[in-house]
Nanobody, 116 residues
Framework: QVRLVESGGGLVQPGGSLRLSCAASVNIFTFYVMGWYRQNPGKQRELVAQITSGGRTNFADSVKGRFTLSSDSAKKTLYLQMNSLKPEDTAVYYC??????????WGQGIQVTVSS
C-alpha cells in the first residue's frame, strides 16, 4: 500500500508563503496523477492542484497564479508552493496519489492556517 506523508503546514500571516511536502513510499513518477486537496469542517474536499504522469497540471481558479507544483524524484516528494496566502486558504490540506480513478491513496492531512 502506498504511504503519503504531508509536512510543512502551520500558521502564516496573510500575504505569506508556505511550502507543503508530500513524501511518498514509492517512486512518484509511477503515479497516473498526484496532487493536493483541501477541506474545511462541514465542506467538501476540493481540488487545489494536481499533476498527471504526462506533466499536465490543473489548478483551482482560486489559487492560480499563487500556488505552484514541483517535485523531487530522488526524494519521492511532491511540493505545493503557496504564495500570497489568504485567510480563505485556511484548511486541512491532503495529498492524493493514484494509479487510476479507482486506485489511489490519501495522506493524513496537514493544517494550514492563514491569520494575522
Amino acid at each position: 500500500q502506498v504511504r503519503l506523508v504531508e509536512s510543512g503546514g502551520g500558521l502564516v500571516q496573510p500575504g505569506g508563503s508556505l511550502r507543503l511536502s508530500c513524501a511518498a513510499s514509492v517512486n512518484i513518477f509511477t503515479f497516473y496523477v498526484m496532487g493536493w486537496y483541501r477541506q474545511n469542517p462541514g465542506k467538501q474536499r476540493e481540488l487545489v492542484a494536481q499533476i498527471t504522469s504526462g506533466g499536465r497540471t490543473n489548478f483551482a481558479d482560486s489559487v492560480k497564479g499563487r500556488f505552484t507544483l514541483s517535485s523531487d524524484s530522488a526524494k519521492k516528494t511532491l511540493y505545493l508552493q503557496m504564495n500570497s496566502l489568504k485567510p480563505e486558504d485556511t484548511a486541512v490540506y491532503y495529498c492524493k496519489a493514484g494509479y487510476s480513478e479507482n486506485d489511489y491513496s490519501w495522506g493524513q492531512g496537514i493544517q494550514v492556517t492563514v491569520s494575522s
